[in-house]
């Protein structure tokens, strides 16, 4: 009976394991292809524009990142409930999810769009934005004003096709609008030298590409989930489920928005031009990483939320065991090879520049330091997600962008340049000491949930033999 015991759990714990591979490796590549379009940008305009084209593009995307916030918004949101709905094995809420998910769509997409037409200037002024750097800042910006619907919806349609149990697909449109980017880069940047309107153009271009085939596919044959277009469907309660389960997504593009910012007018005020160019540079290289804790965290999403839903409350705190190990095994090898070879991770974005190698390499050691926390963090934040917490998640976000603040204004005038570059990694650790015991409580609830239920099978297989 033991025998029989032990490979029954085997095999649970392989399913597992190959359930979250399902939906991690597909998320993982999803989002490392999805933030191409910021390092391929990054990397062209390195090469072809140079340190103000980077200090441009680095005070455009807090802006921008709005807009990719909203679009993250819709797709968690929308994907965590339309997995519990699949979950629960109700088609009709599916659906209701799936449309009202596009209706949010459509009117956050306006939104945003009035928001930086109003705006758009007077939020780069106050970073401090100058001269060159302000005039491909507001090129770079204008251009995704107006195409703020094509950038939410290649953010959050791929997280909706993956949701629908489709992860394959999702991978694959991202690869598709990846590969395009890169070519229009080349073509826009490099040949025909439009500058950063020219890199803003050719992401545009991917991100209708996305839109077009995702949308499309809720029409086909190969989505679980059918869109059909009825007004009936149209709840203004479904959509506040969305905004609630979200918003957490949301306000961690509101941080990262947020903190770019601060650090944009600080390095100008403290430094120059080339700092924050510095502070581009890092923020692709710290991209790498937080596209792979992303995708960790996503891959996580659906199987939780799915086994949430289902009870299975033995497979929910395996799944999310695996990807705690998983995001800080990777952000151990990413701060080892920052601090091995800095000079071979810089080359790929600045080539014949020695003051803004030599001011990359400094900020990017001390800037990175605490990625293992970061790793945590998104984990963490998921996991609320994942179990329809989107209110607890919310705050983790919130508390994570405002804790920020007081180290933010206080470091650099102790430490200057180096303050800045270590406000984020002193305030991390600061913020998961905080939140260390909620989460401790969250596992333990979890472990008492799983251990009855283990009890209940085991009960259930002692009576199945006792009647045999």
């Known amino acids: 009976m033991t025998h029989t015991t032990t ?33 391929i940008d990054g990397i062209f305009v390195g090469h072809f524009i140079g340190a103000s084209g980077l200090a441009g593009i680095n005070l455009a995307w807090p802006i921008i990142n709005m807009v990719v916030g909203f679009g993250m918004l819709i797709g968690m949101g929308g994907g965590s409930l339309l997995s ?9 809420k599916s659906k209701q999810v799936l449309v009202n998910a596009l209706v949010l769509l459509l009117l956050l997409s306006g939104l945003i769009t009035t928001v930086i037409a109003l705006f758009g ?21 204008q251009i995704f004003c107006y195409g703020a619907l094509f950038t939410a919806g290649a953010t959050a349609l791929p997280l909706m096709i993956r949701n629908d149990g489709n992860p394959n697909f999702s991978t694959w449109l991202l690869v598709a ?58 709840s203004k309660q479904q959509i506040q489920a969305i905004l609630n ?48 804790a992303e995708g960790i965290s996503g891959g996580m999403q659906p199987p939780v939320s799915y086994y949430f839903g289902a009870k299975q409350y033995k ?41 803004l190698v030599a001011e990359t390499i400094n900020g990017m050691r001390l800037h990175l330091l605490a990625l293992l926390l970061d790793g945590v963090m998104f984990i963490a934040t998921m996991y609320y997600v994942a179990i329809n917490k989107g209110g607890l998640a919310t705050k983790i976000s919130v508390a994570n962008m405002a804790i920020q603040i007081p180290f933010l204004l206080i470091l650099p005038t ?55």
């Open 245 to 292: 389960v979200g918003l957490s997504s949301f306000f961690m593009f509101i941080y990262f928005s947020f903190i770019l910012s601060v650090h944009n007018r600080l390095l100008l005020e403290y430094g120059n031009e080339v700092h924050v160019a510095a502070f581009a540079v890092i923020g692709y290289v710290g991209t790498l990483f937080y596209l792979l």
């Open 177 to 234: 609008g990846a590969g395009l980017n890169i070519v229009l880069d080349y073509l826009l940047i490099g040949q025909f030298a439009m500058g950063l309107t020219g890199a803003a153009i050719a992401t545009l271009i991917a991100q209708l590409t996305i839109c077009v085939i995702g949308i499309g596919y809720f029409f086909s044959g190969y989505a679980n989930t059918r869109l059909t277009i009825s007004s009936k469907l149209i």
């Open 84 to 92: 519990i709905s699949r979950g629960e094995a109700n088609q009709t």
């Open 7 to 39: 490979n029954r759990t085997d095999a649970n714990a392989s399913s597992v394991r190959k359930t979250f591979w399902k939906y991690a490796i597909p998320s993982i590549a999803a989002m490392v292809v999805s933030g191409l379009y910021q390092v």
């Open 315 to 355: 497979n929910v705190r395996a799944t999310l065991l695996l990807a705690l190990k998983i995001a800080a095994s990777i952000a151990i090898i990413t701060v080892a090879t920052i601090n091995l070879v800095p000079e071979l991770v810089v080359s790929m974005f600045v080539s014949n520049d020695a003051t």
């Open 414 to 468: 102790i430490w200057g340049i180096n303050g800045i570059w270590l406000a984020v990694p002193i305030s991390n650790l600061a913020l998961c000491t905080l939140l260390l015991p909620t989460f401790i409580k969250e596992l333990r609830t979890l472990n008492a949930k799983a251990d009855k239920e283990r009890y209940a099978s085991t009960t259930d297989n002692i009576n199945e033999l006792a009647s045999a």
């Open 121 to 141: 200037t007077d939020l780069l002024l106050l970073q401090s934005a100058t001269d060159n750097s302000l005039a491909m800042a507001q090129n770079y910006m």
